[in-house]
């Protein structure tokens, strides 16, 4: 998948594609290396740490399928989206722990009462 138009997109996407344990490459993520974090080390090393099989090339991520498990906090790295694209998985490995989930109030203060009110399982918020 290119996401050269639509990088905001890209860390939930990839995010969801790795709990329904999907294998994939993802593309066009340059310029996610400029952003609050280098989103593209971010989501390596959060979704390797949940049990993901990831690694990224330049600008590209590969992913293997791999039994994600909620072990541990993600840490976010002060990013508004990085926060948010840990969400989805809480519909698919229950409670999801976030180690600084007010960073969502940059862009959507209300996230978390929203993605409760339907049924997410976000920890610490």
């Known amino acids: ?4 138009a639509n990088p905001d997109l890209a860390q939930t996407i990839i995010t969801t594609t790795a709990g329904l344990q ?3 490459e993802f593309t066009g993520l340059s310029n996610l290396r400029l952003k609050e974090t280098d989103r593209i080390n971010a ?3 959060e979704l390797s740490a949940l049990g993901a099989i990831i690694s990224d090339e330049k600008d590209n991520i ?3 399928s791999g039994k994600l498990e909620a072990k541990r906090k993600v840490r976010v790295y002060s990013d508004h989206r990085m926060a948010m694209s840990y969400a989805p ?6 409670e999801i722990k976030i180690d ?3 960073v969502v109030a940059k ?3 209300k996230f978390w009462d929203d993605m409760k009110s339907v049924g997410f ?4 918020v």
């Open 62 to 64: 590969k992913l293997s």
């Open 100 to 102: 600084s989930p007010t």
């Open 1 to 4: 998948m290119d996401f050269y």
């Open 107 to 109: 862009s959507y203060p």
């Open 121 to 124: 399982k976000i920890k610490n």
């Open 43 to 45: 989501l390596v090393n």
């Open 89 to 94: 998985l809480s519909m698919l490995l229950g």
């Open 22 to 24: 999907i294998s994939g």
